[in-house]
């Protein structure tokens, strides 16, 4: 019987994911004594597998990266064991698992998109969301200087929510996990509101999303703004509308 050891040497995980949500986990296995082998990775939630995936190790002292698609059904704070099943003339099994603290919410996430002219992107972001139980996103469209309507994401408890259009106050805008803006020139954004959507991005930690169009980005007039520092390029400022 040849002596070898396999071992979990490193586990990627988020540490917040939504209840129901698909997990992408990445795990490194190292081993020493079994090339060649195929050894299958399990993740345990309390016991229960939630998801496995087949690994073939490489030579001796080469690390193997696996990902794991897994299931986070259980909400609340769980600890997720990664585990390589003892492998016959293995002596050392206490390094093959290793566990992961993972906080599962039970809450629905909510994108504002908020767009300035009528455009094919926001009927086919409706049909991608609607089944999804856990991102809900609430459309916000400029019909008319000063007039707004919310296109879907309707909210019974707020029926009034955003009907003076783009959030004024950072406790509106914050309640959002991430923004999209559209075709909607700076002008349109107070300073405040061009420094809150900053904010929003910093302090927050919400997702920005800019799209093209011909009142996005330095055609937009965002050079020099706060939104300009947010965004991952870099726009002239001297490229106005």
């Given amino acids: 019987v040849l002596a070898g050891d396999v071992q979990i040497d490193r586990v990627s995980t988020p540490r ?42 490489p030579a001796d002292g080469t690390p193997a990266s ?26 050392v ?4 698992v290793r566990e992961a603290l993972i906080n599962v919410r039970d809450a629905k996430e909510q994108i504002l998109y908020f767009e300035g002219e009528p455009r094919f992107e926001m009927k086919f972001l409706r049909r991608a969301v609607a089944d999804d139980k ?4 609430v459309a916000l469209q400029r019909t008319a200087d000063n007039k707004f309507m919310r296109i879907f994401g309707d909210d019974p408890e707020n029926p009034d929510d955003l ?35 900053a904010d929003f991005v910093d302090r927050r930690g919400g997702g920005l999303l800019m799209l093209g169009g011909g009142r996005s980005f330095g055609e937009g007039g965002y050079g020099g703004t706060p939104v300009a520092d947010a ?9 106005r509308t």
């Fill in 16 to 57: 917040t994911v939504l209840k129901d949500a698909s997990l992408l986990v990445d795990v490194l296995v190292r081993h020493n004594g079994f090339a060649g082998r195929t050894v299958t990775v399990d993740v345990e939630d309390e016991g229960r597998i939630v998801g496995s995936e087949q690994v073939e190790l």
């Fill in 93 to 96: 099994t206490q390094n093959n």
């Fill in 66 to 91: 696996v990902r794991i698609r897994a299931s986070a059904t259980q909400p609340g704070p769980r600890m997720f064991r990664f585990r390589v099943a003892q492998q016959e003339g293995e002596l």
């Fill in 163 to 197: 009907l003076g259009g783009f959030p004024k106050t950072r406790e509106e805008l914050f309640k959002y996990r991430g923004l999209i803006i559209g075709s909607v020139e700076a002008g349109l954004f107070s300073g405040d509101q061009l420094q809150m959507i």
């Fill in 231 to 239: 965004l991952p390029l870099l726009i002239d400022p001297r490229t």
């Fill in 134 to 137: 856990n991102l809900e996103v």
